[in-house]
C-alpha cells in the first residue's frame, strides 16, 4: 500500500530564507510524485509533479523538488521564502495504473509560516 | 491548466436537510472525478470516486447512503449529504483528472450543519 509522510506539521522561515519541506513516500510500484499548496478555504493549486521524466522538478513560484529513490523523498524547496508562501503544503502520491483509475494518497500537510 | 468548479462555495443548513454539491469540469471531459473531506486543519480524505454512467466507488468507512454521488454527465458529479448532521460539517473538495495522473481540484465546498 501506498503512503506519504510529511515532518513537521508546522515550518517557520524567516522572510528570504531557504523553504524546506520534507515528504517521504512508500510504493511498490514507480510512483507519481505531486506537492500542492492550500490557501485558507481554497482549492488546492499544483505546484509541481514527478513523472519520472527528470529527478529535479522546477514548478511555479521558484519552488522545486527532488526525487530521490533511494531515500524515498521528494522534498521541496524554495531558496528564498516570500511572505505570499505562507500557506498549507501537501505532498500526494499516486500510483501509476491505468487513467482514470488511480487515486492520490495525501500527506498530513505542512504549515508554512513567514515571519517578517 | 484545465479548470474545476464547485458549487456553493458555503452553506449552511439544518441538521436533517439535504445539501447537493456539484462539481463540474469546465473546459475539458471528466469519465471520473473524485470527492474529498477535509476537517480543519488536517488533511485530504478521499470519500468516493464517481464514475460517469456507473455507481460510486466509496472508501472504506464512507456511508454510501449518506453521501450520495451522481455523476449525470462527462462535465457533471453532485455529493449529496443526506440528513446532514453538525458532524457532517466539513470541506468538501472534488478533483478531476488530466495527464499523468494529474488531478485538476476544485476550490470546495465549505458545510456547516447547525
Known amino acids: 500500500a501506498q503512503s506519504v509522510t510529511q515532518l513537521g506539521s508546522h515550518v517557520s522561515v524567516s522572510e528570504g530564507a531557504l523553504v524546506l519541506l520534507r515528504c517521504n513516500y512508500s510504493s511498490s510500484v514507480p510512483p507519481y510524485l505531486f506537492w500542492y499548496v492550500q490557501y485558507p478555504n481554497q482549492g488546492l493549486q499544483l505546484l509541481l509533479k514527478?513523472?519520472?521524466?527528470?529527478?529535479l522538478v522546477k514548478g511555479i513560484n521558484g519552488f522545486e523538488a527532488e526525487f530521490k529513490k533511494s531515500e524515498t523523498s521528494f522534498h521541496l524547496t524554495k531558496p528564498s521564502a516570500h511572505m505570499s508562501d505562507a500557506a498549507e503544503y501537501f505532498c500526494?502520491?499516486?500510483?501509476?495504473?491505468?487513467?482514470?483509475?488511480?487515486?492520490?494518497?495525501f500527506g498530513t500537510g505542512t504549515r508554512l509560516k513567514v515571519l517578517a | 491548466g484545465a479548470v474545476v468548479s464547485q458549487h456553493p462555495s458555503r452553506v449552511i443548513c439544518k441538521s436533517g436537510t439535504s445539501v447537493k454539491i456539484e462539481c463540474r469540469s469546465l473546459?475539458?471531459?471528466?469519465?471520473?472525478m473524485f470527492w474529498y473531506r477535509q476537517f480543519p486543519k488536517q488533511s485530504l480524505m478521499l470519500m468516493a470516486t464517481?464514475?460517469?454512467?456507473?455507481?460510486?466507488?466509496?472508501e472504506q468507512g464512507v456511508e454510501k447512503d449518506k453521501f450520495l454521488i451522481n455523476h449525470a454527465s462527462l462535465t457533471l458529479s453532485t455529493l449529496t449529504v443526506t440528513s446532514a448532521h453538525p458532524e457532517d460539517s466539513s470541506f468538501y473538495i472534488c478533483?478531476?483528472?488530466?495527464?499523468?495522473?494529474?488531478?485538476?481540484f476544485g476550490p470546495g465546498t465549505r458545510l456547516t450543519v447547525l
Open positions: 478533483s478531476a483528472p488530466g495527464g499523468y495522473n494529474e488531478q485538476f
Open positions: 500526494a502520491v499516486s500510483d501509476r495504473r491505468g487513467s482514470g483509475t488511480y487515486k492520490y494518497i
Open positions: 464517481s464514475n460517469e454512467g456507473s455507481k460510486a466507488t466509496y
Open positions: 514527478y513523472t519520472s521524466a527528470a529527478t
Open positions: 473546459d475539458f471531459q471528466a469519465t471520473t
